[in-house]
């Protein structure tokens, strides 16, 4: 569990672990970033009270949201690590024994989530369940296309994480995406029929809160690094993904009046080898671009740029 400023919301997430029935022990390390609320006096709090579960890591300053995931991770002991972030918390008292039992069953999932809800800072349902898929066994190639498994749901093996390359410290607000791909790399991934956990709106968060260019940008400059830690016979698929977000990406700039941009990342989008994936999409999304450009400027706009 990683937290910052979370002094709101860790004791609903503690307690959701704590209520959990399980068949074997339990650690829960929680890595504070430099909290400047009460986050760390929760903490500890909790700490006392269960001094055989809870781990508290307190940082002296603040190390980033991806070297404190890294870091968090490094100081687990299970065979299994288990996502959750201080804000989201667990709604099924069996949550972990089902998924320890489903990755004791098989050595060849390395990974495994279920659906959570999407809810507001005062638990009204957004979404009762996420995400859009069905639920089953899935390899690299869905999870190089789209990052389907919420970060509360998600349970892997323990040691993944060292495969991570060096650039994975540098990426903006995305940690969860590149876990997956390492785990797609070494099993399959399921998606268990369940909703388990809720997922919380809170704003302010490195990604939820942000609009859907902020979030296309951030995926984006993930899938341009994904090549180099995937076997070449997936580039195609990795090449794919990226065209899908600049598709995306354009046509949010175009909806904020930023044509010349949208222009230029369309062509970006039609130009990211192979040009012939999503072909027609791809056309589309230049044309519309040129058309919105075109109009703008017989009305007398002044193209950004």
Same mark, same amino acid.
Request: hydrophobic share 35%; glycine share 4%.
């Given at each position: 569990m990683t937290a910052y400023n979370s002094e709101k919301w860790l004791p609903r997430a503690l307690d959701s672990v704590l209520s959990q029935q399980t068949s074997f022990p339990i650690e829960i390390v929680i890595g504070d970033d430099c909290s400047a609320d009460g986050t760390i006096a929760v903490a500890r709090s909790y700490e006392e009270r269960h001094p055989n579960v809870i781990?508290? !890591? &307190?940082? $002296?300053?603040?190390?980033?949201?991806?070297?404190?995931?890294?870091?968090?991770?490094?100081?687990?002991? +299970?065979?299994?690590?288990?996502? @959750?972030? /201080?804000?989201? *918390?667990?709604?099924?008292? &069996?949550?972990?024994?089902?998924?320890?039992?489903?990755l004791e069953s098989d050595p060849s999932i390395s990974a495994c989530g279920h659906f959570a809800r999407w809810v507001s800072m005062d638990g009204v349902v957004m979404?009762?369940?996420?995400? /859009?898929?069905?639920?089953?066994? *899935?390899? !690299?190639?869905?999870? %190089?296309?789209?990052?389907?498994?919420? $970060?509360?749901?998600?349970?892997?093996?323990?040691?993944?994480?060292?495969?991570?390359?060096?650039?994975?410290?540098?990426l903006t607000g995305l940690a969860d995406w590149p876990i997956l791909v390492i785990a797609g790399l070494n099993g399959? %991934?399921?998606? %268990?029929?369940? =909703?388990?956990?809720? *997922?919380? @709106?809170?704003? +302010?968060?490195?990604?939820? $809160? #942000?609009?859907? !260019?902020?979030?296309? $940008?951030?995926?984006? &400059?993930?899938? &341009?690094?994904?090549g180099s830690i995937i076997p070449s016979?997936?580039?195609?698929?990795?090449?794919?993904s990226m065209g899908k977000r600049y598709e995306s990406i354009a046509y949010q700039l175009r909806k904020e009046g930023n044509f010349s941009a949208a222009r230029q990342t369309a062509l970006k989008a039609l130009h990211t080898p192979d040009p012939t994936?999503?072909?027609?999409?791809?056309?589309?999304?230049?044309?519309?671009?040129?058309?919105?450009? /075109?109009?703008? #400027?017989?009305? +007398? +706009?002044? =193209?950004?740029t």
């Open positions: 781990r508290v !890591l &307190e940082r $002296s300053k603040n190390i980033g949201m991806q070297r404190n995931y890294y870091e968090t991770f490094e100081h687990c002991r +299970g065979k299994y690590i288990a996502w @959750l972030d /201080a804000d989201d *918390y667990w709604t099924d008292p &069996e949550k972990l024994e089902i998924q320890v039992k489903l979404r009762d369940r996420f995400p /859009a898929m069905a639920p089953g066994r *899935y390899g !690299l190639k869905e999870i %190089i296309r789209s990052n389907f498994i919420p $970060s509360p749901t998600n349970m892997f093996r323990n040691g993944f994480h060292r495969d991570l390359p060096p650039w994975f410290f540098d399959d %991934i399921v998606l %268990i029929d369940r =909703v388990m956990a809720n *997922y919380t @709106l809170t704003p +302010g968060s490195a990604y939820m $809160s #942000k609009d859907s !260019l902020y979030q296309d $940008s951030i995926d984006l &400059e993930f899938c &341009e690094r994904m016979q997936w580039h195609r698929q990795v090449r794919a994936d999503n072909f027609v999409s791809k056309i589309k999304t230049v044309l519309a671009s040129l058309v919105y450009e /075109a109009l703008w #400027k017989v009305r +007398g +706009g002044r =193209v950004t």
